[in-house]
């Protein structure tokens, strides 16, 4: 059996716009809904909802039955442990939140990768190898795999090229809110000054050749960072669309 092609990966390489979603609801019904959206990339949450590795299973098992959609699993914290296990399950694209140094980079890359780059623990059967039936899986899984960094603090700002480049990071994702508070305005994502600090970190990615995120509800602005050349880009958060459908349902009937 040959490893699976990781689509996401292959995307971002070939500067091709990456449309996603937020799962935030730890329920694989919904991340099956979602990938059936036509969504390119669906990212299951482990830092802020309530999900943990094993929670993310049956979503993977759930995304996967799509021909579209791509799970990227965003681990709770930068931790060569949980990157293993969620690894192990068949996770092909993380993303670990919260790097602001090269140092930090450099230690989610080891965490991807087998000895001697890394200190990915070896375990030959896991869902990820299909059960040992990826007979190769060992030696050829890191070429399928796909790490995405967060910077989303002023410190990791001020780091982002020598974060970017780091061999091994195929993208980082800019995190709106962290950086908002970060730079001085909790809950003001939409600060003018928030507002430009991600389109300026969109644009010195680009200029060192590497892939952007966002995640953004604004469609305005997810049209802006598209035209500025984000190379994936999150649309809501499953929470937060049913929560305003919901509310506004019931404001619609008075
Ligand atoms: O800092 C951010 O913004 C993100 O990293 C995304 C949030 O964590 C996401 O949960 C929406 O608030």
Redesign the pocket.
């Known amino acids: 059996m040959e490893n699976p092609i990781n689509r996401f990966k292959v995307a971002l390489r070939e500067g091709r716009p990456q449309i996603g979603i937020?799962n935030?609801i730890p329920q694989p019904m919904i991340a099956e809904l979602l990938a059936g959206c036509d969504f390119d990339w669906v990212l299951v949450?482990t830092?802020?909802?309530p999900m943990e590795v094993r929670d993310v299973l049956p979503a993977l098992q759930a995304i996967a039955a799509h021909p579209v959609a791509s799970a990227v699993v965003?681990v709770a914290i930068n931790d060569w442990v949980l990157i293993k296990r969620h690894l192990d399950q068949g996770a092909q694209s993380l993303m670990v939140?919260y790097v602001q140094s090269r140092q930090e980079a450099e230690a989610a890359v080891r965490a991807m990768r087998y000895p001697p780059l890394g200190v990915r623990g070896v375990a030959g059967i896991t869902r990820a190898s299909r059960f040992g039936l990826i007979a190769d899986y060992i030696a050829c899984a890191e070429q399928e795999l796909c790490l995405i960094v967060?910077v989303?603090t002023r410190a990791g700002l001020d780091r982002l090229e020598e974060i970017a480049t780091v061999e091994g990071v195929d993208g980082v994702?800019?995190?709106?809110?962290?950086?908002?508070?970060s730079l001085g305005y909790p809950g003001q994502?939409s600060h003018p000054e928030v507002i430009a600090a991600i389109e300026g970190a969109i644009a010195r990615l680009g200029a060192v050749g590497v892939p952007s995120g966002i995640?953004t509800s604004d469609a305005a602005f997810a049209r802006r960072c598209m035209a500025l050349g984000v190379g994936f880009t999150?649309l809501g958060?499953d929470i937060?669309l049913l929560a305003h459908a919901a509310a506004a349902l019931r404001t619609g009937i008075g």
């Open positions: 937020w935030a949450d830092e802020h909802a965003r939140p967060q989303e994702f800019i995190g709106p809110a962290d950086l908002a508070a994502s995640l999150a958060i937060a």
